[in-house]
């Protein structure tokens, strides 16, 4: 079972276009991710959202944009994309802060392609 | 910073035999967690077992089972009675006890043959 689920499963775009990759968890963790994978390779972290609040940036390039509207919740907004953005974009959530801060739990993810 | 290093890209085990993967990492903390992610092909990643480093006893679930060597920084996984539902590829991950972030290794492509 997935309980953390990610819209769209696959994208294809241009690098001109503006699209949105959502996420969402009911599982009350507080702390939520995006990862990119290229293939055979392990996830790399872009952002991290502890209670809704921007906490860690990986000096991911600004047309990578994510929001956290709600503690469920949690999108990555792609505008200009180049051809080499193209990958697995996982999204996972955790418990949050504390000393047991948890496994990830990872979404199915959102293939993207950027022509 | 930490890393973690698998040092077998790719394993082969026949069915219902038994398969040890690697995993070294580097830290300073005394205080961390320790991650295998199995990830089967197309499919979501999931948790296959944790370590708390405080823990002197090895983790195990089910067919699953570590050896933690704390000393040695190394966090090996066994897989006993491997099954084809094994075949995936997996991640050793670590993670400060108050961090925001995990550290993956580089991961291990695991083919489970009939």
């Known amino acids: 079972d997935t309980e953390v689920t990610q819209t769209p499963k696959h994208l294809v775009m241009g690098m001109t276009n503006k699209k949105s990759l959502k996420c969402e968890q009911h599982?009350?963790?507080?702390?939520m991710y995006w990862y990119k994978q290229k293939a055979k390779k392990p996830p790399e972290l872009m952002f991290v959202y502890s209670y809704e609040k921007l906490s860690i940036n990986e000096s991911v390039p600004s047309r990578f944009s994510p929001e956290c509207p709600n503690s469920s919740l949690l999108n990555l907004h792609l505008h200009a994309l180049q051809p080499e953005d193209s990958a697995l974009y996982l999204c996972a959530s955790s418990r949050g802060r504390g000393r047991w801060t948890g496994e990830l739990f990872f979404g199915e993810g959102s293939r993207l392609t950027v022509l | 910073a930490q890393t973690v290093t698998q040092s077998q890209p790719e394993m082969s085990v026949q069915e219902a035999e038994t398969v040890t993967l690697s995993c070294t990492y580097d830290t300073s903390e005394s205080d961390y967690y320790l991650f295998w992610y199995k990830q089967p092909p197309s499919r979501q990643m999931i948790l296959v077992i944790r370590q708390e480093a405080y823990k002197q006893q090895n983790a195990t679930e089910n067919r699953f089972s570590v050896n933690f060597q704390k000393a040695a920084k190394s966090f090996s996984l066994k897989i006993s009675d491997s099954q084809l539902g094994d075949a995936a590829m997996y991640f050793c991950a670590y993670r400060n006890t108050n961090a925001g972030k995990s550290t993956f290794g580089d991961g291990t492509t695991l083919t489970v043959k009939p």
């Open positions: 599982m009350g963790h507080r702390a």
